[in-house]
């Protein structure tokens, strides 16, 4: 009796996708599952703690990724800058305006600092937030009387509360993130490839049934999703593997023909034709590898008409 062909679902190491890739792989798998139904009870089991097994990684992927305290960080950090861009402007307002020498002596004083300072959103976080403490400090403590004339001490106050919320916020988000241990995270994973490797299994084992036409869908769809992700880290194998250098040239010896042979054979004391056809041999060759060889007899008065490329042996 003929077999009929039943659809199996290929090994692939899901423990080599990245992140975001893994994540999505699962969460589409699993959608899939939902949607199509499982009428086995056993693969339901299954299917059912694979589901668990993902929200729990996800649950402290969040966590790990974003929190209350980051937007907050980002919050106090817009406003830093904000704060920074309008004590620029009132203080080249003030120097437009005004007919004080006074004041425009101060203006002067306190933009040239604040662009010596190089407030950059470029910076990392904990950078700006120190650029942003040392301007305040500066500001109060140097140029308490100048502040009073541009009339930007208010601003520079809010600049002061802003960045002290700033540095709490990061301070606490470092601390959430501390408490999250990797390992949790990582063992959350394994769990996942774990459930989906017995889930696997299990449709491969279904799909070998005539009656079990959910389970050859299934695995079809996963058949499908696995080599579309099979592209997806081959291309990403390609891109992390170092690029060949080229290799050094070689030295090459000098290769003559029989006829040259016999000529210098015949000819010995012919400098002249021998180092002519060590030229014809090494045409093509680099002149950092060009070798004259010891047995040339070079005058020694004559060395220093030589390249600084060629090298006596």
Sequence with gaps: MRQTKYPQIPTFNVA?????????FHEEIIEKLQQQGVPNPQLAELVHRYREAFARENSLRKIAR??????????????????VGMIRATVSYVMKTTDNEEEREAGRMVSHYIRQLGLSYERKYIHRLSLYHTLVSVLCRT?????????????????????????????????ETMSIPRQALRQARREV???Y???????????????ETAAREMATFCTAQIRRYRTTLSGRRAAEKPQEQPAEAESVPTATTAADNELIADNPDDKDTANNIDNRANINQPLSTFRLSSDDKINPDNKEKLSPAVSVV
């Design 16 to 24: 080599r996708l990245t992140n975001s890739a893994h994540k999505l």
């Design 66 to 83: 974003k929190s209350f305290y980051t937007e907050q960080k980002d919050h106090a950090n817009m406003v830093c800058g904000q704060t």
């Design 143 to 175: 140029y308490g009387r100048e502040m009073e004339l541009l009339g930007i001490s208010g601003l520079v106050d809010r600049l002061e509360r802003e960045a002290t919320a700033m540095q709490a916020a990061i301070a606490l988000r470092q601390q």
């Design 193 to 195: 490839d774990e459930c």
């Design 197 to 211: 490797t017995a889930v696997v299994c299990a449709l491969n084992f279904l799909s070998m049934f005539e009656t």
